[in-house]
């Protein structure tokens, strides 16, 4: 089976504070696929960024980064600069390819509120 | 290119109805996964079909059924409704098989039981 973890169920920072949002996952498969998506209260998922396990290099776009760490199972999520729009619950998902394959397995989720 | 849709957006039914939910995939995918929503399971995978055949399924009972047509549209179905199952139903479409390909959601549909 496969396994997500997000461990902070709430965060709350002020405009302009950095925050970083941690994913810890668990799977059997050796490729696999990590996601990150933003869930707004309108309530669709919004996808911001799928890595593959051979894939570590960090990623930034704009006042996003991604940091992906095999060693520790870990893919973490920084916003910088937050602002009152980054408002929202954020998920961490985990798609095998071979035992776990077609399954998304997602976190509990984030609820990351900004305030002005 | 116009974004997953799902309808109806919202639902109300009373326990021991049916209901179908209806998904249609972004133009060209041909993958189209359901999830539950529910504040106290989170989101849970229900099942994945890629060109019309049932792929993978998750562990829910029975009662859970879906569907793909040949225009990769999608429907589930829930039958003999309990209470337990009001939640928000997010269809999600990929290109490829989930397992390698990113996955777009719709907006979900909100059911609730009575």
Redesign the interface.
């Known amino acids: 089976a496969q396994k997500v973890t997000q461990a902070q169920t709430e965060i709350s920072v002020v405009e302009k504070e950095d925050v970083t949002l941690d994913c810890v996952y668990e799977t059997r498969d050796t490729t696999y ?1 990590l ?1 990150w ?1 933003k869930q707004p209260p ?6 911001l960024i ?1 890595r593959n396990s051979f894939d570590e290099q960090n990623e930034i776009s704009g006042r996003y980064s991604w940091n992906f760490q095999k060693s520790t199972s870990s893919f973490n999520f920084t916003i910088t600069a937050s602002q009152v729009v980054d408002s929202a619950v954020y ?1 961490c998902a985990l ?3 071979n035992t ?10 984030t609820t990351l509120t900004v305030k002005p | 290119k116009a974004g997953v849709t799902q309808t109806p957006r919202y639902l109300i039914k009373t326990r021991g109805q049916q209901v179908t939910l209806s998904c249609s995939p972004i133009s060209g995918h041909r993958s189209v ?1 359901w ?1 539950q929503q529910t504040p106290g399971q ?2 849970q ?1 229900l099942f ?1 079909y890629f060109s019309e055949t049932q ?2 399924k ?1 562990n829910f009972p029975g009662r859970f059924s879906g569907r793909q047509f040949s225009n990769s549209r999608s429907e589930m179905n829930v039958s003999t409704l309990e209470l337990g199952d009001s939640a ?1 139903y ?1 269809c ?1 479409s990929s290109y490829r ?4 390909d ?7 549909t ?1 059911l609730t039981v009575l």
């Open positions: 696929y996601f998506y309108s309530g669709e998922l919004v996808f799928r998920f798609s095998g390819t776990n394959a077609g399954k998304s397995t997602f976190g509990d989720g | 996964s999830y989170g989101l995978f994945e792929r993978n998750g928000l997010l999600a098989e989930t397992s390698t990113t996955q777009y959601f719709g907006p979900g909100r």
